[in-house]
């Protein structure tokens, strides 16, 4: 029987964990979260209290702990999805023996900072996991829309195709389909500059442009996360799939989106501190445009929509202006 960890307790890993619990195929299913109260509270009531509170979880108290090294001793496959800012931290008492054999999910659409690497290369270098033990799931997918059981669609990539194969199989229920993928690179990086061009989105909307406008900015930002994977990872792939611009439309129009959300209060105003406070939830667009920022000073992939992004987020330039500016550069 597969036995699969949980690491992590935010919105996206309850929807993963309700996604195992419905899927037929057999399995026993472990759960770290870093947070005791919520765990109690799991334990008891059956719910996570914090996010995505309204699904019923259905594994056993046992099997629920912020003991790490434990939870992840009992699985094959652990799946990562804590915002990639945490990666490290959540990490750190863990070796690459205790990796060992396992095959390692990354749920993450973010980038290790300090590191500047996605997620797969950050798993390969630093725990010595073979790129063929590690997998990638992707969208266009909402936590919320799957509490919902609203029918999604999962990209799962990998190098290794049957074990994103397997993998899927796991996931597979009346209201999730998955794809499977052997372009982990181009799926990540498009999954993390997707975010990027959410939180352009939604500070558009927050400075007043309108739907016109946003047609422009999203059909731009297509363009831009096709230059750079292209650069970064040369294969044939065609960026009009769900993965890539399935992910970036979900992202960008979505009511449930965190990072339209959060640079909607970008541009109505907000600094990223009270943004943050505001939101409860993480926006990987933030950190997200600064590892791009400096990934690209290797690549030099022209991109004005991320580089707008940047100087508003990080250089404190006026929303209003670089938006108008950003507007002479687009087509
Ligand atoms: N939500 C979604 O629909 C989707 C999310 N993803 C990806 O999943 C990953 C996880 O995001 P998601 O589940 O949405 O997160 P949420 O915004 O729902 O929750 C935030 C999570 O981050 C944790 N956290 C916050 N601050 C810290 C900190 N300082 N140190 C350690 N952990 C912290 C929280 O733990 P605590 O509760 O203990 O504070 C909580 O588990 C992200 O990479 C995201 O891009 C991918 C696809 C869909
Ligand atoms: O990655 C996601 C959907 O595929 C979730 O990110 P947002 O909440 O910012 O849309």
Do not use: C
């Given at each position: 029987m597969p036995r699969v960890a949980m690491i992590g307790g935010g919105s996206w890993a309850t929807a993963i964990i309700k996604m195992l619990s419905d899927n037929?195929?057999?399995?026993?299913?472990?759960?770290?979260?870093?947070?005791?109260?919520?765990?109690?509270?799991?334990?008891?009531?059956?719910?996570?209290?914090?996010?995505?509170?309204?699904v019923e979880i259905r594994i056993p108290e046992t099997h629920i702990s912020n003991d790490?090294?434990?939870?992840?001793?009992?699985?094959?496959?652990?799946?990562?999805?804590?915002?990639?800012?945490?990666?490290?931290?959540?990490?750190?008492?863990?070796?690459?023996?205790?990796?060992?054999?396992?095959?390692?999910?990354?749920?993450?659409?973010?980038?290790?900072?300090?590191?500047?690497?996605?997620?797969?290369?950050?798993?390969n270098q630093k725990y010595n996991v073979p790129l063929e033990d590690i997998v990638v799931i992707s969208g266009p997918c909402h936590a919320e829309e799957v509490a919902l059981e609203k029918l999604s669609y999962l990209t799962i990539a990998s190098v290794n195709?049957?074990?994103?194969?397997?993998?899927a199989g796991l996931l597979n229920t009346r209201y999730i389909k998955t794809n499977v993928s052997d372009?982990?690179?181009?799926?990540?990086?498009?999954a993390v500059l997707k975010n990027i061009y959410a939180v352009a989105s939604g500070i558009c909307h927050g400075v007043g442009y309108g739907d016109n406008f946003q047609?422009?900015?999203?059909?731009?930002?297509?363009?831009?996360?096709?230059?750079?994977?292209?650069?970064?990872?040369?294969?044939?792939?065609?960026?009009?799939?769900?993965?890539?611009?399935?992910?970036?439309?979900?992202?960008?129009?979505?009511?449930?989106?965190r990072n339209r959300t959060f640079g909607n209060m970008i541009g109505k105003g907000y600094t990223v501190k009270s943004a943050q406070l505001e939101m409860a939830m993480v926006a990987e667009g933030y950190y997200a445009v600064n590892c791009m920022h400096h990934i690209n000073k290797k690549y030099k992939v022209d991109m004005p929509i991320s580089r707008a992004v940047y100087a508003i987020l990080y250089e404190k330039h006026s929303p209003h202006i670089e938006m108008r500016l950003l507007t002479e550069q687009l087509s």
């Open positions: 037929i195929t057999a399995k026993e299913i472990y759960w770290w979260m870093r947070n005791a109260e919520a765990i109690a509270h799991l334990q008891k009531y059956k719910h996570n209290p914090n996010y995505l509170s309204s790490i090294s434990e939870i992840i001793s009992n699985a094959d496959y652990v799946i990562l999805n804590v915002p990639a800012a945490f990666l490290k931290e959540t990490l750190k008492d863990i070796t690459p023996e205790q990796l060992k054999g396992k095959k390692i999910i990354s749920a993450i659409k973010g980038i290790v900072p300090d590191e500047n690497l996605i997620i797969g290369e950050f798993i195709v049957d074990l994103a194969s397997t993998f372009d982990i690179f181009g799926t990540e990086y498009a047609a422009v900015l999203i059909s731009n930002a297509i363009r831009e996360i096709n230059r750079f994977v292209d650069i970064v990872h040369p294969i044939s792939r065609d960026i009009k799939e769900s993965a890539y611009l399935g992910d970036l439309l979900v992202t960008a129009y979505s009511q449930f989106s």
